[in-house]
């Protein structure tokens, strides 16, 4: 499973940085994966999702890295945004107290459409996210959360 994940996790930072340049990364996010020397993704690709035409490979990627991670792992698309146009949204919550929780609140968050990376903390009691604010703002983050039983804490004075 280990060997899986690297060739996949190797693919998929040739095949970024391949289309996205050496482009600095906005403050707070991480940096862009680095390429191993001598790999590039046309050599990776076919030993990794064979028969894939270059449109389904990303949609393959995220299928076979959630296969054999059992759903712990998995890819989106490289953002169209530029970094700088992101929005960095933080929203204090109540009862993160476990993991599952914590995956429950972070899931319903990174899956919508517009997310481009999401954590969730129950020692912190946050969830947070960079979004393209031209595809969703804080109360579509903030009614996801809530369909998935998560308690927002109110506003100070309230």
Same mark, same amino acid.
């Given at each position: 499973?280990?060997? @899986?994940?690297?060739?996949? &996790?190797?693919? %998929?930072?040739?095949?970024?940085?391949?289309?996205?340049?050496a482009?600095?990364?906005?403050?707070?996010l991480?940096?862009?994966p680095?390429v191993p020397a001598? #790999?590039?993704?046309?050599r990776?690709?076919p030993s990794v999702i064979?028969?894939?035409?270059?449109e389904?490979?990303?949609?393959? *990627?995220?299928?076979? %890295?959630r296969?054999v991670s059992?759903? @712990? /792992?998995? $890819?989106?698309?490289?953002?169209? @945004?530029?970094r700088?146009? #992101?929005? /960095? $949204?933080?929203?204090? &919550?109540l009862g #993160?107290?476990?993991?599952?929780c914590?995956l429950?609140a972070?899931e319903?968050?990174?899956? #919508?459409?517009?997310?481009?990376?999401?954590t969730?903390? *129950?020692k912190d009691g946050l969830?947070?996210a960079?979004i393209?604010p031209?595809? @969703?703002?804080r109360?579509? %983050?903030e009614?996801?959360l809530?369909?998935r039983?998560?308690t927002?804490?109110?506003?100070?004075g309230?």
């Amino acid at each position: 499973m280990a060997s @899986t994940i690297a060739a996949l &996790v190797a693919a %998929l930072a040739c095949m970024q940085a391949q289309g996205q340049g050496a482009a600095p990364p906005a403050q707070g996010l991480p940096p862009r994966p680095r390429v191993p020397a001598g #790999l590039t993704a046309p050599r990776l690709v076919p030993s990794v999702i064979p028969g894939a035409r270059p449109e389904q490979i990303i949609e393959r *990627f995220d299928n076979k %890295l959630r296969e054999v991670s059992r759903s @712990t /792992f998995g $890819i989106k698309p490289i953002c169209a @945004t530029p970094r700088d146009k #992101l929005q /960095f $949204i933080e929203i204090p &919550v109540l009862g #993160l107290d476990c993991k599952a929780c914590c995956l429950a609140a972070y899931e319903a968050v990174y899956k #919508l459409e517009g997310v481009e990376q999401a954590t969730a903390s *129950f020692k912190d009691g946050l969830v947070t996210a960079w979004i393209d604010p031209q595809q @969703t703002n804080r109360e579509k %983050l903030e009614a996801a959360l809530k369909q998935r039983n998560v308690t927002l804490k109110p506003p100070p004075g309230e």
